[in-house]
């Protein structure tokens, strides 16, 4: 294989170090990994691709730590609605309809809402996986894949949907040149009884990957969890094993002090989607506890039925607003941490250790900022504009794995008003039948 | 003079009726108003401008009801600090620099992000207010202006400074074909003792201009004002006879139920900054109690330092997520009264009638969106998208007195680039003074 090799001069660049948050200078990129990133311009082959970096500001791809893509099919369908009420009459039984031609879409409208916005990796939990996977493999995207398995059913579907779920984990693991890793995933504690649970980290176990899980997103269900088995969540998830392995938990929202501290013991990792608990009225998670006690906190759109856009942007720029708004700190969450929240916590969240930071040897999973625009100056503090005043749209370029997926705004890999055009007929078909 | 007319076809417009929030069909603009909006095709004379309106979707244009524009300037220059150190430390020593001119490259970098993000009228409270003035002049835009006084100085100064916005009232109330009127406004309850408040209200009786003032923002000011005066905010300025006065008041974050009642009775507006309230942890307004009992709640950003953009569709966005989350309510502030408190609240807030809303005889202020994008599809709900996934930047054009300001994202009436260079310049000779 010949080397690919390009160079970005006169950049700026999201370093996130100790002593200073920002580059000004080069980035080598040979193949997937970034071998220079420094002040100092380095010697480099004549003919080598240059890319003028002066009005450009470089993060590392953002990591979406929690979500259900292909639920982009039923965006604005339901909103505005008691939980219940949305769940039952409107997402089930629609969900309940959906082909894998519909995840297929439903997908690949998400995969390229995300990557034209600048987020690299996600993590999904869905049905019908191989088609999630068919689409990161054809966007260029990274990808940590999951079957969501609810075990409220008989045994032998039961057992089923399990087999369905470890063959997915074991087949697509390391997939499309290792863009693709997978995880193990019973849906979350009220749909899944304990010892079907226990079978998840059983698999967890066998074949070495880690375990993904919704956890206590409603107070509802925390009670229903004490009332079911005498314990809160946390404990619960502790008693039936999960936490021997490595574990992202979704939402978290209501926890106790104590749990927070079980959750950092076990160095549970938990992606706090702050839109979509704000929508569905889940609560206000306590994320500037969960961050002091050391737990990974990291940031996932959810479903975008749910959210209802996959804007990474966003959710940083929440996470940094309203824990300072409930808790009464202005100091809580700065513009850093909700940028490490979405990026390098993100990756540890999703158990990859080489993308998440800008620096020599890691993989080049980067995103371009246009800066010349109103809402990015005066220069006073790049940081805080990607996180206070920036959006998806402000993403001009996007690289995966050192290879570019996004140009000028405009995807290299899929084909967008294809995309477009199959999802509204993929939508219209499931409400006439 | 010439009639100037023109007309959309085949359009989505955002009519917020009681019985349909979202009509398909045409509308006609005859110089500065909408003389027609229906399904039926009307008869337009041969030559007639034609709009092609198929991929978009028009909302009367955005209402921003407080602001400090010529703080773009100080963007990014202190986040995430505590509330006295950001003002002390970081932003009146800078404020107090400004000169005419900085206000000028300020308040032109804040309206052009503004109008390209779909806003069309903004209130302004601040000093220099010719310089706000002359940019609305130039941009197109709508302005509601107000030179805002503090009154912590001898009497004087507070004179003169009574004065200055006096005469700033009446000589720009009705410019620029009258898209600029103005109000009268006192700082605030704790930077205005009460003989100078009552000045105002005496000098908004005599000009019949509306009030415009600061009022509960942190709970410091409240318990403030109850050791100085005996009473909570809003019966202090009862007392003082603003309430006798239309007034508009900005942020109103700690009310209790009498004080929301009082507000209701005398037909006082609020503006609700969500994203200044988070950011500096100022807490979360009693939006849905205020809306309830009948209070007219619009939307403003605040100045750009303590939010940090000037995106409408985010605080709109905001206002139907924030008080979901924190009251528990998924039903709190739907999508579609989120709209309102961002077009016709905003209008009622701003003291202006005939914009605010997409019917025949209204002005045409109004924003197209680009419906051909991933957030927009499928073609659901588009009251749902236009708040929960829409951003500035999907606003392709703008019009204002049915003259168009923003086509196909750039503007047609600011030297953008020449605007981008002198604000920072403006940055750069604060920093070094």
């Known amino acids: 294989m010949t080397t690919t090799k390009w160079m970005v001069k006169n950049g700026t660049f999201a370093v996130l170090e100790e002593n200073r948050t920002v580059l000004r200078g080069y980035m080598v990129v040979e193949n997937d990994r970034i071998t220079y990133l420094g002040e100092e311009e380095?010697?480099?082959?004549?003919?080598?691709?240059?890319?003028?970096?002066?009005?450009?500001?470089?993060?590392?791809?953002?990591?979406?730590?929690?979500?259900?893509?292909?639920?982009?099919?039923?965006?604005?369908y339901g909103d505005d609605l008691a939980l219940q009420v949305w769940l039952q009459e409107k997402m089930w039984p629609m969900e309940a309809k959906f082909t894998s031609d519909d995840v297929y879409w439903g997908t690949s409208l998400s995969v390229l809402e995300m990557i034209k916005g600048g987020t690299t990796t996600f993590v999904d939990m869905y049905d019908h996986m191989d088609q999630v996977a068919k689409v990161v493999q054809e966007s260029?995207?990274?990808?940590?894949?999951?079957?969501?398995?609810?075990?409220?059913?008989?045994?032998?579907?039961?057992?089923?949907?399990?087999?369905?779920?470890?063959?997915?984990?074991?087949?697509?693991?390391?997939?499309?040149?290792?863009?693709?890793?997978?995880?193990?995933?019973?849906?979350?504690p009220y749909t899944c009884p304990p010892d079907f649970i226990e079978k998840f980290?059983?698999?967890?176990?066998?074949?070495?990957?880690?375990?993904?899980?919704?956890?206590?997103?409603?107070?509802?269900?925390?009670?229903?969890?004490?009332?079911?088995y005498g314990l809160r969540p946390v404990a619960h998830l502790e008693k039936l094993g999960m936490f021997s392995r490595p574990t992202l938990l979704a939402h978290a929202v209501h926890l106790t002090d104590?749990?927070?501290?079980?959750?950092?013991?076990?160095?549970?990792?938990?992606?706090?989607?702050?839109?979509?608990?704000?929508?569905?009225?889940?609560?206000?998670?306590?994320?500037?506890?969960?961050?002091?006690?050391?737990?990974t906190v990291s940031l996932g759109t959810?479903?975008?039925?749910?959210?209802?856009?996959?804007?990474?942007?966003?959710?940083?720029?929440?996470?940094?607003?309203?824990?300072?708004?409930?808790?009464?700190?202005?100091?809580?969450?700065?513009?850093?941490?909700?940028?490490?929240?979405?990026?390098?916590?993100?990756?540890?969240?999703?158990?990859?250790?080489?993308?998440?930071?800008?620096?020599?040897?890691?993989?080049a999973d980067m995103i371009a900022l246009n800066t010349d625009q109103a809402h990015f100056l005066p220069r006073t503090d790049y940081i805080s504009h990607a996180i206070?005043?920036?959006?998806?749209?402000?993403?001009?370029?996007?690289?995966?794995?050192?290879?570019?997926?996004?140009k000028n705004g405009a995807s290299l890999t899929l084909d967008e008003e294809r995309i477009r055009r199959e999802a509204q007929r993929a939508f219209e078909r499931l409400t006439t039948l």
Chains 1, 2 share one sequence.
Not at 343 to 357: C, H, M, N, P, R
Not at 388 to 406: F, L, N, R, T
Request: aromatic content about 4%; glycine content about 10%.
């Open 201 to 228: 980290v059983q698999a967890s176990h066998d074949l070495n990957l880690p375990l993904h899980t919704h956890m206590s997103e409603t107070e509802t269900e925390v009670a229903q969890n004490v009332k079911d």
């Open 140 to 188: 260029g995207m990274r990808g940590v894949l999951t079957r969501g398995v609810i075990g409220l059913c008989p045994p032998e579907v039961q057992q089923q949907k399990l087999d369905e779920a470890v063959a997915f984990a074991k087949d697509w693991h390391g997939k499309a040149d290792g863009r693709i890793t997978t995880m193990i995933s019973p849906h979350a």
């Open 42 to 76: 380095p010697i480099v082959e004549e003919g080598t691709e240059i890319i003028d970096g002066t009005h450009l500001f470089f993060l590392p791809g953002l990591v979406n730590t929690h979500g259900h893509a292909a639920m982009s099919l039923l965006r604005g």
């Open 258 to 295: 104590e749990e927070i501290e079980v959750l950092a013991k076990h160095q549970v990792a938990v992606s706090h989607n702050p839109g979509s608990n704000l929508k569905l009225a889940s609560g206000v998670a306590r994320v500037p506890a969960l961050l002091k006690a050391g737990v």
């Open 388 to 406: 206070y005043s920036a959006s998806a749209k402000d993403v001009e370029h996007v690289w995966v794995d050192g290879k570019q997926v996004v």
């Open 302 to 363: 959810d479903g975008p039925a749910s959210n209802n856009n996959l804007d990474m942007f966003e959710e940083m720029r929440l996470a940094a607003l309203i824990h300072k708004g409930v808790s009464g700190d202005p100091t809580a969450i700065p513009a850093s941490e909700a940028l490490r929240m979405g990026t390098v916590y993100g990756a540890k969240s999703a158990f990859l250790e080489d993308i998440g930071t800008l620096a020599t040897g890691m993989k």
